[in-house]
C-alpha cells in the first residue's frame, strides 16, 4: 500500500489530502478547521484530520507531495530579473523564503505537527506548480487523453500552462510567464472598484452583467494579443517585483499589493473604496473586466486546441471558477466536453500534487474517476446528537424518508434551511452536503436569504441544484456541471418560474445532482418537484460571510444567530421556534 499526503502550504488555500494506492481517500482545506477564509499559512489541522479521517498515522506516510518547486523555471526568473536589475533585491529575497519553507518538508512537518522526524520516512515530491494544477484536473478525468489547460495568477514563474495528457503523462507544449497573467489582470481591475480582499473576483464575476459596454475599449488596450496567447500592457500595471507581490499577515490572510497603475485613475477617477455604493461606473468596469477576460480566455483555448486537437478539455487554476466563461466554451471553442477540478483555485494543488505523484512519478496504475466532491470529513449520528443537546436545541429525529418529506415541505412553505449531511465537500462550493436551501419560485426569497443569513451583496445571485435529467428542459445546454462551474441560459418558459435563482441576464450557475452522485440529496430535490413541479432548489452555501462549515457545532451556531428557520442536520429535524437557546429570534 502506497500512501501519499498532498499539501499546499504558505499561499492561499492551504490544504492537504491522502491517496491510497492512487484513490483519493480525503482531502480538506485548512480554512474549513481554523475558520480563517483563504487561510495562507501551514495546514497543520487539515493534515491532522486527513489522518485521523483516513485512519493512519505519520509513520504511514510514504510520499509527501507539495505544488510548488522553487527549482522550475529558473532561466526564465534568472532571464527577468536581469533585465530588472533594480527588482533583484525583491526576487532574491522571495526565492530565499521559499526556498527555506519547502526545501526540508520533513523538518517543516516536525516542527508544525509535533512529531519527530523519527516518525517521518517520506521521499519528498516538489511538484511544479502547474503540473500540479493540470494533474488535479486530469487524474480525475474518464480520460486517456485530453487537452489540458492551466490559468491562474501565477505560481513558479508560470501564469498558464498548455499541456497534451495521455494516458499517465502530462507533455509540457507551451508555458506563459509571468508578469502576463490573466489572474493579475482581473485581480487589478477587482481592486480598483473597492474588491480587494484575495477571493473577492467571484463578486465582481456577478456584477458584471449589469454592467455596459461603455469601457470596453480601454480593457482591450490592457492585453496584447500574441499568436500563442497574450502580453499584459505594462502601462496599465504596477510593474512586477516592484513589490513584495503577495504578502501574509499574522492571522494567515492573503494581503495582494496594488497591481493596477496610476492610468487608471487618471481615466476613472478614484477607486472605488470598499463596502460603499456601488456605481454605474463600476458596474461597467466589471462588465468591460468580463467582457475582455472572456475574450482572451477563449484566444487560449483556441490556441490550445491547435496544439491539441481533442474534444476533451481539462481545466485548473484560479481562473477556471470563472464560470460564466466556462459556459461560453461549448459556444466559443471547439472543445465539447470539460472535465473542471473542483476546487480549481491552489487548494486544489494538494490533491493534485498526489495525484501527480501517484501517477507520473510512481506510474501506480491506478487511475481514480472523480464522481462527486465529497471528500472532506463527516460526524456520526451520535456526535451530532451530542451537539444539540450540549447548545440546548430541541430536535426530533427522523427516517430517511420522513427527514427526506418534511425538508421538502418546509422549503416549499418558503422556509429557509441548513442542510448538513455526510461528507463535507471539496472546494469552493456548497455541493448539497454543506448548503441553505431554499425556494428557487419565490420572487423575494434572493433579498430573504440576505437580509436574514446571508449578508451579501445585493446584486449576487444564488445557485440552482437541478435534477440532471430535467437540464436540457431548463437550461440552454446540457453538458452537466456536477460541480456548480458552468453558467448557462435559462429558457424563457423557466425564468419567472425560478425568479430567485435567475440572474439579471437570464442565466444560472447550476449544479446538476444524479443520485448516484448525492442520493440522499437527489431524492430531496425528487420529493420536492413531486410537491411544486420545480425539480430545482435554491443552494447556497452553509455560512455567514465565513468559511462554510465544516463541523456540526458551526452548522448550530450559524442556525442560532441567523434566522435560518431550520435546520436539518444528520437524521435531526430543529425548527427554531422549538430551540430553548433560540432567545433573541
Keep these: 500500500m502506497s500512501v501519499i499526503l498532498g499539501i499546499n502550504a504558505f499561499h492561499a488555500g492551504a490544504a492537504a489530502a491522502i491517496v491510497v494506492d492512487g ?29 485521523e479521517v483516513a485512519g493512519l498515522k505519520f509513520s504511514d506516510i510514504d510520499h509527501v507531495a507539495i505544488g510548488r518547486d522553487t527549482s522550475a523555471n529558473l532561466k ?66 474518464p480520460w486517456e487523453h485530453a487537452a489540458g489547460i492551466t490559468i491562474d495568477g501565477s505560481g513558479d514563474f508560470v501564469s498558464c500552462l498548455f499541456s497534451e495528457c495521455v494516458g499517465s503523462e502530462i507533455k509540457v507544449l507551451h508555458k506563459i510567464f509571468v508578469p502576463h497573467s490573466l489572474g493579475t489582470f482581473y485581480t487589478a481591475v477587482c481592486q ?96 468591460a473586466l468580463q467582457k475582455v477576460f472572456e475574450k482572451y480566455y477563449m484566444h487560449l483555448l483556441n490556441v490550445l486546441y491547435r496544439f491539441v486537437p481533442s474534444e476533451k478539455l481539462v481545466l485548473a487554476g484560479g481562473c477556471a471558477l470563472n464560470s460564466v466563461a466556462n459556459g461560453k466554451i461549448f459556444y466559443e471553442t471547439p472543445f465539447r466536453q470539460t472535465c473542471i477540478q473542483p476546487a480549481a483555485g491552489d487548494e486544489g494543488l494538494a490533491l493534485g500534487a498526489a495525484l501527480y505523484v501517484s501517477n ?32 440546548k436545541v430541541s430536535f426530533v429525529e427522523y ?36 448548503s441553505i436551501l431554499a425556494h428557487p419560485g419565490l420572487p423575494n426569497m434572493k433579498d430573504v436569504l440576505n437580509a436574514r443569513v446571508k449578508h451579501r451583496e445585493w446584486f449576487r445571485p444564488f445557485a440552482p441544484s437541478v435534477l440532471q435529467e430535467y437540464q436540457a428542459e431548463i437550461f440552454e445546454h446540457t453538458h452537466p456541471s456536477p460541480f456548480m462551474l458552468h453558467v448557462y441560459k435559462i429558457k424563457p418558459k423557466w425564468r419567472r418560474r425560478l425568479s430567485a435563482v435567475s440572474h439579471v441576464d437570464d442565466t444560472g450557475r447550476l449544479q446538476t445532482v444524479t443520485r448516484q ?54 437524521p435531526f429535524f430543529c425548527r427554531k421556534e422549538d430551540s430553548v437557546n433560540g432567545s433573541g429570534f
Excluded at 277 to 284: G, L, N, P, S, W
Excluded at 360 to 373: H, Q, T
Excluded at 404 to 421: C, L, P, R, S, Y
Design 23 to 51: 484513490k483519493p481517500v480525503v482531502a480538506i482545506a485548512e480554512e474549513r478547521l481554523n475558520r480563517v477564509k483563504y487561510y495562507a499559512g501551514f495546514p497543520r489541522q487539515a493534515i491532522l484530520r486527513c489522518l
Design 76 to 141: 526564465q526568473k534568472l532571464k527577468f530579473a536581469l533585465s530588472n536589475p533594480s527588482r533583484l533585491l525583491n526576487f532574491a529575497k522571495m526565492r530565499k523564503e521559499s526556498k527555506q519553507r519547502f526545501d526540508n518538508l520533513k523538518s517543516l512537518i516536525a516542527q508544525e505537527c509535533g512529531v519527530t522526524p523519527e516518525e517521518l520516512k517520506f521521499t519528498q515530491h516538489n511538484v511544479e506548480h502547474h503540473l500540479a494544477h493540470t494533474a488535479s484536473a486530469y487524474f480525475i478525468s
Design 192 to 287: 480598483f472598484i473597492g474588491y480587494e480582499k484575495y477571493g473577492d473576483e467571484g463578486k465582481v464575476m456577478g456584477l458584471a452583467p449589469l454592467g455596459t459596454d461603455t469601457y470596453v475599449d480601454f480593457f482591450e488596450r490592457c492585453l496584447l494579443e500574441k499568436p500563442d496567447g497574450f502580453e499584459l500592457n505594462p502601462e496599465f500595471f504596477i510593474p512586477f517585483g516592484a513589490n513584495q507581490g503577495v504578502e501574509i499577515n499574522e492571522k494567515g490572510e492573503m494581503i495582494v499589493q496594488r497591481l493596477y497603475s496610476d492610468i487608471f485613475t487618471k481615466s476613472f477617477g478614484k477607486p472605488r473604496k470598499p463596502y460603499t455604493e456601488i456605481t454605474r461606473r463600476d458596474m461597467d468596469i466589471a462588465y
Design 360 to 391: 507520473v512519478v510512481l506510474k501506480e496504475g491506478n487511475r481514480w474517476i472523480m464522481k462527486d466532491a465529497y471528500l472532506g470529513d463527516e460526524y456520526s449520528d451520535y456526535q451530532i446528537r451530542t451537539e444539540l443537546e450540549r447548545y
Design 399 to 434: 427516517s430517511r424518508e420522513e427527514l427526506i418529506d418534511k425538508t421538502a415541505e418546509e422549503i416549499k412553505n418558503g422556509k429557509v434551511v441548513g442542510w448538513f449531511q455526510g461528507r463535507m465537500e471539496w472546494g469552493p462550493r456548497a455541493l448539497g452536503n454543506r
Design 517 to 570: 452522485e448525492n442520493p440522499l440529496y437527489y431524492d430531496l430535490i425528487k420529493t420536492f418537484e413531486r410537491k411544486t413541479g420545480l425539480p430545482v432548489v435554491l443552494n447556497t452555501s452553509f455560512n455567514e460571510n465565513e468559511p462554510i462549515v465544516c463541523r456540526p457545532s458551526e452548522a448550530i451556531e450559524c442556525f442560532l444567530r441567523t434566522k435560518m428557520d431550520v435546520l436539518v442536520i444528520g
